[in-house]
């Protein structure tokens, strides 16, 4: 059976940020594991981080334990004016003094942000967590650095470092490598942030259109994914390095 949580905030909220708008999220983990994705609903934003999986770091200091300590920062700097690449920065920057984390040697997460007011909506990529906008034409916001280095067997040499590809660890200026985006709220009807063990029904998988997750049940989505995986478990159709991965997506509606 799935586990995953579909959480609606509703339009009637007195919340002037949230008028008019409905807010969805789903979200599993792998079978057998505890995710490492995190997902943070704030009065007009959504944050979705997904942990670094590493297989040498203790529980206490895991990819899921720095996507939360990140999740929580960034809710509490955000604000209704800074770039956000400025936040995503400064967040780092704070988890590096409280917890003394070192560049190279720490654990890490991708992460996604989308913020909005009455007339415009924020977003922010980096890594492999894209955000996609829905409107009179599908607008995605990826981060492909990480993939278009995949077939360097040395693939970690290249993690924050120019060239390279940039995760959220515990090097400020991975926040300003980030790639973002600004839409008009009304050209936009609904906009969806997420990890790879969703995107991946897209990107690799084939199985749904960007549009599709606009209109499908989350739910649904991230079912059909795992049933897709289980019927690849030896890893022929789609080549990846393991068979399930953490799911969380959120969308947000500007139509309801």
């Not at 509703?10 to 599993?28: F, L």
């Not at 924050?160 to 008009?184: C, F, K």
């Not at 029904?201 to 259109?209: I, K, N």
Request: glycine share 6%; hydrophobic share 35%; charged share 30%.
């Amino acid at each position: 059976m799935s586990t995953y949580v579909d959480n609606r905030h509703p339009s009637t909220e007195v919340d002037k940020y949230r008028e008019g708008v409905k807010i969805e999220t789903a979200e599993q983990g792998a079978p057998g594991r505890v995710t490492e994705d995190r997902i943070r609903v704030l009065p007009n934003a959504v944050l979705v981080l997904d942990g670094v999986t590493s297989r040498t770091r203790p529980p206490d200091r895991n990819g899921g334990w720095y996507a939360s300590k990140l999740a929580d920062e960034l809710a509490r700097l955000l604000n209704d004016t800074d770039p956000l690449t400025d936040l995503l920065a400064q967040a780092i920057t704070n988890l590096v003094a409280e917890h003394d984390l070192v560049p190279g040697d720490s654990p890490s997460a991708t992460a996604s942000m989308v913020r909005w007011n009455a007339d415009t909506i924020d977003a922010l990529v980096l890594c492999d967590t894209p955000v996609v906008a829905f409107g009179q034409s599908t607008r995605v916001l990826e981060d492909t650095r990480l993939e278009d280095l995949r077939p360097d067997p040395d693939i970690l040499r290249w993690k924050n470092e120019p060239g390279g590809y940039w995760v959220a660890e515990a090097d400020p200026v991975a926040g300003r490598q980030a790639l973002t985006a600004t839409w008009r709220r009304d050209e936009t009807r609904s906009v969806i942030a997420l990890t790879d063990g969703v995107s991946c029904g897209v990107s690799e998988y084939g199985l749904f259109a960007w549009e599709d997750l606009e209109q499908l049940p989350l739910g649904e989505v991230l079912d059909r994914i795992r049933e897709a995986e289980r019927g690849d478990s030896e890893h022929r159709r789609w080549p990846r390095y393991k068979t399930h991965d953490d799911q969380a997506i959120a969308r947000i509606s500007f139509s309801a």
